[in-house]
């Protein structure tokens, strides 16, 4: 709610606001031609989203990702160490390091990364990787095992998610790299109470173990998809990609 409400304040469908202050001359207090852009010349969030069919697929990657991981994370987890895996209270808090460890070290390998010729591909692909080792996690029998599932599932996640939303940033034009970063924001904090009730439900009548394959299969076969479209493989590669949401602004 409070997202939704800061996109509503920004005017989500009203254009993207001023253009800058043009200089003047003191004598005739005229604009001497720079930033003479008018507010009506761009194009408003609304208009992005339908134009950019890249930009609807990243929403939709984030969104059911984002379904899935406040069940996962909130409810499968804990119901899992304190059930099937007896860990307890202190094997539930090694679960959850081993994802943030996980994460942290996936991020600083793909900090130090080279730059990737088709970072969407690579992406969908630590992503695709990252729901096998989720699906394993409540069967291979201990707490142990389920923590280097976590991490490799961390890893993945983290490596993924860095390479991915810095080609959506590159690609994404200045003048509306907020509103967008909003807009999948809204996607993936937004959807996060559904997600929890979700993972309620599901625990509630089949058990904890159920929800990680389910849940990597939904994120898997999303993914999947958005790859069957050329322009989201080419997203973010070298010299393409930027031009089609650029040349709007």
Known sequence: LPI???LVGVRLIGPLGHAPPADTDPDTDTPTGVGTKTAADAPTLWQVIRSERVLRLIFAITLVANLTSGGLSEVSLPALAHGPLHAGSAGYGALVASIGAGALIGTILAGQAPSFRRPAVVGCCGFVTQCAFEALVPYLGGTVAAAAMLACFGLLNGFSNVVTITAFQRWAPPAMLGRLMGFLMLG???????SV????????????AIFF???????AATVLFSLVFRDWRQ??????GRASCRERV
């Open 4 to 6: 939704s409400l800061t």
């Open 188 to 194: 993936s904090l937004g959807i996060f109470p559904v």
């Open 197 to 208: 009730l979700a993972g309620g439900a599901v625990v509630h009548s089949f058990g904890p």
């Open 213 to 219: 394959p389910l849940s990597g299969a939904m994120v």
């Open 235 to 240: 997203f973010g590669a070298r010299e393409i």
